[in-house]
Protein backbone atom coordinates (compact mmCIF):
# COMPACT_ATOMS: atom_id res chain seq x y z
CA UNK A 1 0.00 0.00 0.00
CA UNK A 2 2.84 2.32 -0.37
CA UNK A 3 3.14 5.62 1.75
CA UNK A 4 -0.38 6.25 2.10
CA UNK A 5 -0.90 3.42 4.20
CA UNK A 6 -1.32 5.16 7.94
CA UNK A 7 -3.95 7.50 6.23
CA UNK A 8 -5.59 4.97 4.32
CA UNK A 9 -6.10 2.94 7.67
CA UNK A 10 -6.52 6.20 9.51
CA UNK A 11 -9.46 6.78 7.13
CA UNK A 12 -11.09 3.43 7.67
CA UNK A 13 -10.77 4.03 11.26
CA UNK A 14 -12.88 7.54 10.59
CA UNK A 15 -15.47 6.16 8.24
CA UNK A 16 -16.17 2.69 9.90
CA UNK A 17 -16.91 4.07 13.66
CA UNK A 18 -19.09 6.45 11.39
CA UNK A 19 -21.04 3.71 10.37
CA UNK A 20 -21.31 2.08 13.24
CA UNK A 21 -22.87 5.23 15.10
CA UNK A 22 -25.69 5.13 11.63
CA UNK A 23 -26.23 1.80 12.42
CA UNK A 24 -26.57 2.29 16.43
CA UNK A 25 -28.89 4.85 16.19
CA UNK A 26 -31.71 3.03 16.12
CA UNK A 27 -30.54 0.19 19.07
CA UNK A 28 -29.34 3.26 21.28
CA UNK A 29 -33.25 4.61 21.27
CA UNK A 30 -34.44 1.52 21.74
CA UNK A 31 -32.35 1.02 24.78
CA UNK A 32 -32.61 4.68 25.87
CA UNK A 33 -36.47 4.41 25.81
CA UNK A 34 -36.36 1.23 27.29
CA UNK A 35 -35.20 3.03 30.43
CA UNK A 36 -37.86 5.84 30.22
CA UNK A 37 -40.28 4.20 32.51
CA UNK A 38 -37.99 5.88 35.66
CA UNK A 39 -39.36 8.95 37.34
CA UNK A 40 -38.07 12.21 36.00
CA UNK A 41 -35.63 9.86 33.51
CA UNK A 42 -37.11 11.72 30.00
CA UNK A 43 -34.77 14.74 30.24
CA UNK A 44 -31.43 12.76 30.72
CA UNK A 45 -32.39 10.38 28.06
CA UNK A 46 -33.11 13.64 25.73
CA UNK A 47 -29.59 14.91 26.71
CA UNK A 48 -27.70 11.41 26.01
CA UNK A 49 -29.71 11.24 22.66
CA UNK A 50 -28.81 14.76 21.60
CA UNK A 51 -25.29 13.71 22.71
CA UNK A 52 -25.10 11.01 20.70
CA UNK A 53 -26.86 12.80 17.44
CA UNK A 54 -24.20 15.11 17.66
CA UNK A 55 -21.11 12.88 17.78
CA UNK A 56 -22.80 11.06 15.04
CA UNK A 57 -22.82 14.07 12.91
CA UNK A 58 -19.19 14.84 13.83
CA UNK A 59 -18.26 11.89 12.47
CA UNK A 60 -20.02 12.35 9.87
CA UNK A 61 -18.13 15.63 8.64
CA UNK A 62 -14.74 14.19 10.01
CA UNK A 63 -15.55 11.60 6.97
CA UNK A 64 -16.03 14.55 4.54
CA UNK A 65 -13.59 16.47 5.36
CA UNK A 66 -10.57 13.80 5.57
CA UNK A 67 -7.45 14.43 3.41
CA UNK A 68 -6.57 12.85 0.37
CA UNK A 69 -2.99 11.84 1.04
CA UNK A 70 -1.94 12.81 -2.05
CA UNK A 71 -3.57 16.30 -2.77
CA UNK A 72 -4.31 17.03 0.52
CA UNK A 73 -7.99 18.64 -0.51
CA UNK A 74 -11.07 16.76 1.25
CA UNK A 75 -11.42 13.40 -0.36
CA UNK A 76 -15.03 13.42 -0.14
CA UNK A 77 -16.26 17.09 -0.40
CA UNK A 78 -15.82 20.10 -3.09
CA UNK A 79 -17.16 23.31 -2.22
CA UNK A 80 -20.11 22.52 -4.17
CA UNK A 81 -20.44 18.82 -4.10
CA UNK A 82 -20.12 15.68 -1.86
CA UNK A 83 -20.93 11.88 -1.71
CA UNK A 84 -20.92 11.36 1.89
CA UNK A 85 -18.14 8.98 1.55
CA UNK A 86 -19.51 7.06 -1.13
CA UNK A 87 -17.02 8.01 -3.57
CA UNK A 88 -14.20 6.36 -4.67
CA UNK A 89 -11.40 7.86 -5.77
CA UNK A 90 -10.79 11.50 -4.32
CA UNK A 91 -12.55 14.07 -6.11
CA UNK A 92 -9.69 16.68 -6.83
CA UNK A 93 -7.17 14.54 -7.58
CA UNK A 94 -8.95 11.34 -8.58
CA UNK A 95 -6.96 8.71 -6.38
CA UNK A 96 -8.27 5.98 -5.88
CA UNK A 97 -9.29 5.36 -2.15
CA UNK A 98 -6.93 2.47 -0.32
CA UNK A 99 -4.35 2.78 -3.23
CA UNK A 100 -0.72 3.18 -3.70
CA UNK A 101 0.97 5.76 -5.02
CA UNK A 102 2.88 5.06 -8.57
CA UNK A 103 6.62 4.08 -8.16
ZN1 LIG B 1 -6.67 14.08 -3.90
Redesign the pocket.
Known sequence: MGCYNNEWERYRRVRNTSILLWLGFLPAVWILHSFSGIANSEPIIGVLMAIYFLVWVAWGIRVSLFR?P????C?NTTWWFSLGGLNRS??????KKFSSPPE
Open positions: CRCGKLCLHCGL
